[in-house]
Structures are given as structure tokens and as C-alpha cells.
């Protein structure tokens, strides 16, 4: 009776997948080559330069591909480089407790409102400019602001005045305290000191309180003092 052997296949019988990682000089192309032709559809999965940031590509496959061109890149020493675009944070920051983690930056515009003790924005004040803007870097809001005037509507006159609307509730963390200073102002009927107007944020406030400076004390403004066509222009800092 004959008996048929099938003989075992050798491993030079498979095809060998070619991977080409370039040379370590600095600054040569580097090109990864995959046997499996399926994935991004084509031989190749990419072509990548020395020191950038290499990505997946999830729409034609899970291939390891690199930028065409001004790609960011990482040094040896860890510095991040962008020649194009920009970096975006999420509209909605996702905090980090760590103290070195930048975890947010926002740009944008406010509308400055002036309050009495109240806080509200419903007392007919009539305005002839609301401007601000801000920058926020972590957690520090650098703000600027154009505030004038044309009725001062139902608000209490003898009352401290407030310029409200600021884009971020302040830190509620204790001694907190952020300010600014007018850079100019007129129309104002401060009733004595130097003239200087400052601004001073409570913890967890999203107000600025207005003092003018004397010989001894800081006093704050009054609604009266600021007049129904008063004019202010302010800037300052504050924690979030």
C-alpha cells in the first residue's frame, strides 16, 4: 500500500513582510511599509519626517500616517514645535489638578452693565457703549472694558456702584481677590481724592466694586458719583 507524505512547508515559502525604517541620521525621510495591503488600501502606510508627530488615520484604515508637510514636531528634548495651525482647547475645559497642565485658553467679548448693591440689570440703565473683552488663560482672565453711560434709570444713587457682567465667576478660593484700574474715564462726580478710579473682584463675584483713592482710605463710588452720561474705561485681572 503506498502512503502520500505531504511535505511541511519551510518558512522561506511565506512571503516576508519588508518594514524600512530609514536611517538615524537626523533629518532623513523615514518610511514604514506594511504586507498587509487591506489597511489604508494601499502598500504603503505613510511617510514620515524626522521628529514629527506621527497619526492614525481612521477613515481609510488603521494606518500610521504622517503630515504632508509644516508637520509639528517633538525635539529630543521634548520641546513641541507647531510650524501650522494652531492648539485648540475643548469649549469646555477639562480641568486638571495638576499645577503645571495648561488646561484651558479662551477668547472672547463681555458686556459691562453697571449695578448698584442690587446686582441686577433690570433698573432701565440706559447705554450709550458696552464693550469688553477678555483672555483666559487657565485660570487667570485678563479683561478690558469700555462702560458709558446715558440714564442711570431706577438705580439707587447713594448706593455702591458695581460694574457687572464679567465673563467668569471669580475664584471662591479665600484672599482670592483680583482688580484693575481705569485708564481713563470722564463725566465721573467723584466727590474727592485723587481721581484715580480702581477696581477691586470679591471672591466667587462676577463684579468689579469701583474705589477712588484719598489721602488715607480707599472709598468706593457711588452710583451718583458716576453719573448718568459717566464714561470708563477699565482694565485688571482676576482668578477663576
Do not use: C
Request: glycine content about 12%.
Amino acid at each position: 500500500m503506498a502512503i502520500n507524505v505531504t511535505p511541511i512547508p519551510k518558512l522561506s515559502d511565506f512571503a516576508v513582510p519588508t518594514i524600512s525604517f530609514g536611517t538615524a541620521a537626523a533629518g532623513t525621510a523615514t518610511t514604514v511599509i506594511r504586507s498587509d495591503a487591506t489597511i489604508a488600501g494601499v502598500a504603503g502606510a505613510g511617510t514620515v519626517v524626522d521628529e514629527s508627530i506621527t497619526r492614525f488615520n481612521g477613515t481609510t484604515g488603521f494606518s500610521l500616517q504622517g503630515y504632508s508637510s509644516l508637520s509639528p514636531t517633538i525635539s529630543d528634548a521634548g520641546i513641541l514645535t507647531l510650524t501650522s495651525g494652531a492648539l485648540a482647547f475643548p469649549a469646555t475645559a477639562i480641568a486638571s489638578t495638576d499645577p503645571n497642565t495648561l488646561d484651558d485658553y479662551q477668547e472672547g467679548v463681555w458686556q459691562p452693565e453697571l449695578w448698584d448693591s442690587s446686582a441686577s440689570s433690570s433698573e432701565s440703565q440706559g447705554y450709550a457703549v458696552q464693550v469688553g473683552f477678555f483672555t483666559r488663560i487657565g485660570n487667570r482672565v485678563f479683561y478690558n472694558f469700555n462702560l458709558q453711560m446715558s440714564s442711570l434709570g431706577s438705580l439707587t444713587t447713594a448706593e455702591p456702584a458695581l460694574i457687572g457682567g464679567l465673563p467668569f465667576t471669580s475664584s471662591a478660593a479665600a484672599n482670592s481677590h483680583g482688580g484693575g484700574n481705569s485708564i481713563y474715564h470722564y463725566y465721573l462726580n467723584l466727590a474727592g481724592g485723587s481721581g484715580q478710579v480702581t477696581m477691586f473682584v470679591s471672591p466667587n463675584a462676577a463684579s468689579l466694586n469701583l474705589y477712588q483713592n484719598t489721602a488715607t482710605n480707599a472709598d468706593p463710588v457711588t452710583v451718583g458719583e458716576f453719573s448718568a452720561d459717566g464714561v470708563l474705561f477699565g482694565t485688571g485681572q482676576y482668578l477663576v
